[in-house]
């Protein structure tokens, strides 16, 4: 059973940028969609973003054109690349192995322990 492990988490300024990582303890070269997920005090946990295991991805609304998602097959890594922070973006965010289903990703039950992200001046 694959493990994950999130890291890159913080405190943040307002308009700052952090990058997460999530390392796999398995390879991840051809055979996993990957995504990230977060969730917010209150609120249900969301898709931030999605990778196919050919580099198909997707963004929620919200992060399109802020946050980049990626994948280091070689070093079983996927990073979230987060620019332009806002204070709605705090939330635990977790790492996930999923798949594609048409456009969609739909996780499966593989999740990190979360990283905390907190954007506050």
């Known amino acids: 059973q694959v493990r994950l492990v999130e890291s890159g988490g913080g405190l943040v300024q307002p308009g700052g940028s952090l990058r997460l990582s999530c390392a796999a303890s398995?390879?991840?070269?051809?055979?996993?969609?990957m995504g990230w997920y977060r969730q917010a005090p209150g609120k249900q946990r969301e898709l931030v973003a999605g990778?196919?295991?050919?580099?198909?991805?997707n963004y929620a609304d919200s992060v399109r054109g802020r946050f980049t998602i990626s994948r280091d097959n070689a070093k079983n890594t996927v990073y979230l690349q987060m620019n332009s922070l806002k204070p709605e973006d705090t939330a635990v965010y977790y790492c996930?192995?999923?798949?594609?289903?048409?456009?969609?990703?739909?996780?499966?039950?593989?999740w990190g322990q979360g990283t905390q992200v907190t954007v506050s001046s």
């Open positions: 996930n192995v999923g798949y594609y289903s048409g456009n969609y990703y739909r996780p499966q039950d593989y």
């Open positions: 990778i196919s295991s050919g580099g198909r991805t």
């Open positions: 398995e390879s991840i070269s051809s055979i996993y969609a």
